[in-house]
């Protein structure tokens, strides 16, 4: 991403931020975004910029995560929240100089099965299936492997603070029989503060394990988002920064940047 690309990134989150909700139904929903498996109907958009791949550390990968997240309730006392994950990807120089592939890449679909009342102490939890979809558009984009696997997530919320864990395993059952099979644990502990003016700071990791190749993925990310109102709609927009204090090696090094941008219907 060039200075320019990201100078306009940055402007248009500053526009944006000088309309800032402050209504108590905004509060709700700000713990609501917090908490990914509310019954709260959303659309996050999720754009991540990573640099320093390949072997002479000369790619960089952008990443458009589209995250549409589906609450349905299932009886009286259960809701079925379904979390979709579809990749847009533009890499260039990876795995070396030279190739460069932009369209989709694999498409991770989750179900958690949640009740609808917190538990005696106060905890929220969802449990279900995590399935890993080969939708990529080209071999360099996708594992072109279906893969299935257990998922959970638990977390407490108590005043303006969210804290908890999610996490997957998805292993391979089918696909090209030419490609490397998965065997992989997902990790994301995460806490986050609100505001009165329901802006949330938020941080996590979002931390893979590869059972083939016995390797960590370890991100750390830190984000600030803002609560806004545009007439009847409402958004959440806000960015951070991520580190990379493990990766494959040719993976991403350093330092790398995040946008969020949601759309939010609430019912």
Known sequence: MSTRETALLLSLFCMLACSIAGADDDAELA?????????????????????????????????????????????????????????????????????????LGDTVQSLFFSPK??????????????LLLPTATDELLGSEKWGIGPTAVALKQQGPWTFGALANHIESFSGADDRADISATF?????????PSQTTYSLNTESTYDWETRGWSIPINASVTQLLRFGNQLVSLGGGVRYWVESPSAGPEGWAIRLNFTLLYPK
């Open 31 to 103: 713990k609501k975004l917090a908490n990914p498996i509310a019954a709260l109907i959303s659309v996050p958009i999720q754009l991540n910029y990573d640099s320093n791949f390949g072997i002479d550390d000369d790619g960089s990968v952008l990443r458009i995560n589209v995250q549409p997240v589906i609450p349905v309730s299932i009886s009286d006392d259960w809701n079925m929240i379904s979390r979709t994950i579809l990749p847009l990807v533009d890499q260039n120089d990876v795995p070396f100089s030279g190739v460069s592939e932009f369209g």
């Open 117 to 130: 009342a917190p538990t005696a102490s106060g905890w929220i939890w969802g449990v279900g299936p995590a």
């Open 187 to 195: 990790l994301q502990p995460f806490v986050s503060y609100i505001t």
